[in-house]
Structures are given as C-alpha cells and as structure tokens.
C-alpha cells in the first residue's frame, strides 16, 4: 500500500538521537520504518520542517519525511498544505495520529475520499479526570475527539482501556481496531544479571519531568528502602536547563525533605541507545504516572529484562501481566510501589522471573513488526479491503 502517516507535532528524525522527544515521535517513526520493511511505500506528514533537513528527505529507514516548506507569511496551513499534495500524489490510506492531525486527515477524506485510520495517543477526556481537571489541551479537544470517532473509517485503541473510552464517545465496535504501541527489540535486549554494577541497588524511571507523571511517587517509595538509588532519566538535554527546570527543582525538594536528596540522581535527557544501556543497568523499574495511554517504558523494561513496577492503568494493564512479567500498582499511591520493589529486590528468585517472562512477552507480542501487521489489518479494513484483511491476519 502507499500509506500517509500524518503527525503534525512529531519530530521523527530525533526519536532515535535525541531524549527530549515524546512518544508519539518514536512510535510514528518506528512503525513507518516497520510498515517499510513489510513492503510498503511511507510518507509521513508533519507540521514542522526542522533546520537540518529539507521539506521533503528518504529517510535511510526507507520512508519519506515530509513538511510544508517555510515560506512564511505565505506558508500554507498543515491540513491546506496535505490535501493539495495528496491531491496530487494519491495515497491509499491516511493514518492519523494524534487528534489535530486527524482533523487535517479528514479534510482529505471529505475532499479526495481517501480512507482515515485515526489513533490518538491518548484521549482528553481521560487525562482530565486522571490529572484531576487539567487537560493537556484546547477546551474543544474533547469534542473534536468525539466527531472524529463518528467520522473516521477506522479508529486504532492502543490498549483494551481505550478502546473501552472510545466506545464511550460513541465509537462502534466494527469501526474499532486495537494496535498497541511497541519496543524496539533490537535496541532492548535482556543483559546477563552479571552487567549489573557493584553498589545499591539501582531503581530506574525514565519520565519527562512534569507534574502527574509519578516521578514523586517513586521518590517516596525509595525512602524506607535501605542500599537502594534512584536514578531518573528525563528532562532538559543541557545541565545547565535541568539545573533551572521548575520540576526538577520541585523534585529535588521532595527528595531533601524524604531525606533521600543524596541517594537520587536526576540525568536529564537520555537518547534512546542511552536509555537501553541504563536499563541494562537497572534492578528495577518504575512506570507509575498517573496517566499514561500506554506505557513505552515498561516495556522497553520488559524487552530489557527488567522486572518493572507500573500503575494499573491504561496499556500497561495489557502488557504489564501482574505477577509474571511485572508488578502492577494503584496510581499515586508510594506505598504500594515500596510494597512492589521489596519483594521485587528481596527476591532475586522471583526478580530473575519477571525479567525471563518479559522479555519473552516483549518479543512475541510488542515487536514493530507485530504493531505493523496490525496496522496494515486496520488499514485494510478501512478500505473495505476483505480479502488483504484476512491475508494479514493470517501473517
């Protein structure tokens, strides 16, 4: 198929280099290299043109980058700019990520009738009542999520517990699929407990650093716990801006008065290679945000063998299996999370089975290649397409 990937505000290119990007950049970025790889043609659309490329580069994954040229004040919107290209350049299907991007996606359908597969990364409604009231976005989000449900040809969940939001929203079931994200099975690899460093023992968070995504949590745990570090992995790239980051600060202060200030570290940003040498590294991880669409990290844990302590809630309900490939815990709740890494770093019998058992379920279930093929059933199924729907279901 020839296949749009739409993402207005990803950054693809730096999802493998840089430590500041979210995770909306690395899964586009990984399941256009994936869907390449199973023979197909990528484009992916995003809103901005970064100063090291040009508005249009073949990626040496395979898959096209593009973004309307800067040529402002004349620049032509992102959605303006999409449906005169595919206009031009008929693609088969568009896949939508995130709901801005959805909106310029189904300007093309209405205009072109090309089908749209929509995933949002998260939904609006279910950060405002996980983040008590604050949602991470414009008042009309919430409503745009819901027209683009009724709309869209296909929309992919990420996980049963989105799938069931949706359903809320009014999507039906036949115009559901669920695709999760996945791990880079590659770059996360289980490492011999003997790579483990000599000292405390180290717990690992990798998280950016901002208010409800648990890092707290994990600071509060690691207070009763004897011979143990954390190190968090996160935030701004220079030291000199983490020094200055108001949540870094914030951080900091629940350390000192926990009385733990010197058994935390605070790393700043981490590439993606970075951050897979600091799992093999780790005795534990803990995932406990108090929202989280997901869950990338615990399952670059899992990959890496890792045993991982995750709040119950979103993704990580599907792929964290409580007491065999992790610890799953209520969200901000500290003592729970003390509770999970006790047994965890007092069982060496048990820790060594919740690494074997992840790592396993990483490969089998969460490689690129697996979110790919699901991908390409929804896209098939979007096409009204029966027969390739089939043909990669069987794959």
């Known amino acids: 198929?020839?296949?749009?990937?739409?993402?207005?505000?990803?950054?693809?290119?730096?999802?493998?280099?840089?430590?500041?990007?979210?995770?909306?950049?690395?899964?586009?970025?990984s399941l256009a290299r994936a869907l390449v790889h199973r023979g197909n043609d990528v484009t992916v659309f995003t809103g901005r043109t970064e100063a090291e490329r040009p508005p249009r580069l073949l990626t040496s994954s395979g898959y096209v980058l593009e973004s309307p040229p800067e040529q402002a004040p004349s620049r032509p919107s992102?959605?303006?700019?999409?449906?005169?290209?595919?206009?031009?350049?008929?693609?088969?299907?568009?896949?939508?990520?995130?709901?801005?991007?959805?909106?310029?996606?189904?300007?093309?359908?209405?205009?072109?009738?090309?089908?749209?597969?929509?995933?949002f990364h998260g939904l609006g409604v279910v950060a405002r009542r996980h983040l008590h009231?604050?949602?991470?976005?414009?008042?009309?989000?919430?409503?745009?999520?819901?027209?683009?449900?009724?709309?869209?040809?296909?929309?992919?969940?990420?996980?049963?517990?989105?799938?069931?939001?949706?359903?809320?929203?009014?999507?039906?079931?036949?115009?559901?699929?669920?695709?999760?994200?996945?791990?880079?099975?590659?770059?996360?690899?289980?490492?011999?407990?003997?790579?483990?460093?000599?000292g405390p023992r180290r717990v690992l968070v990798v998280s950016g650093l901002a208010p409800g995504n648990g890092i707290d949590d994990a600071i509060r745990a690691v207070r009763d716990l004897r011979d143990v570090e954390l190190v968090v992995a996160g935030g701004p790239e220079s030291a000199v801006d983490l020094v200055r980051d108001p949540e870094a600060r914030r951080l900091s202060s629940v350390a000192s008065v926990c009385g733990v200030r010197h058994r935390v570290r605070f790393l700043g940003a981490v590439d993606r290679r970075g951050v897979a040498r600091l799992m093999a590294t780790a005795d534990a991880v803990v995932a406990t945000p108090w929202y989280e669409p997901f869950g990338m990290v615990a399952l670059e844990a899992m990959a890496s063998g890792v045993p991982v302590v995750?709040?119950?809630?979103?993704?990580?309900?599907?792929?964290?299996?409580?007491?065999?490939?992790?610890?799953?815990?209520?969200?901000?709740?500290?003592?729970?999370?003390?509770?999970?890494?006790?047994?965890?770093?007092?069982?060496?019998?048990?820790?060594?089975?919740?690494?074997?058992a992840g790592a396993e379920r990483a490969r089998r279930t969460y490689s690129w290649d697996c979110v790919a093929r699901g991908a390409l059933g929804a896209y098939a199924r979007a096409r009204g397409d029966e027969r390739v729907d089939r043909d990669v279901d069987e794959d």
């Open 133 to 198: 009231g604050v949602d991470p976005g414009p008042p009309q989000r919430i409503g745009v999520e819901a027209r683009l449900c009724a709309s869209a040809d296909q929309v992919i969940a990420m996980s049963s517990a989105e799938a069931f939001e949706l359903r809320r929203l009014g999507l039906d079931a036949a115009r559901t699929s669920i695709v999760p994200s996945g791990v880079d099975i590659a770059t996360f690899v289980a490492s011999p407990p003997a790579y483990r460093p000599v």
């Open 310 to 356: 995750a709040t119950s809630l979103g993704g990580m309900i599907d792929s964290v299996v409580d007491g065999v490939t992790g610890v799953l815990v209520p969200p901000r709740d500290p003592d729970a999370v003390a509770a999970a890494l006790r047994r965890v770093l007092g069982d060496p019998s048990f820790s060594s089975r919740l690494g074997r």
């Open 78 to 119: 992102f959605a303006g700019y999409l449906e005169r290209r595919l206009a031009n350049d008929p693609h088969d299907v568009v896949h939508a990520h995130f709901w801005t991007s959805g909106v310029a996606a189904m300007r093309c359908r209405a205009a072109l009738g090309i089908p749209v597969v929509q995933t």
């Open 1 to 29: 198929m020839r296949i749009a990937l739409v993402a207005e505000h990803a950054r693809p290119l730096a999802a493998t280099t840089s430590g500041a990007v979210g995770g909306q950049s690395i899964h586009v970025a």
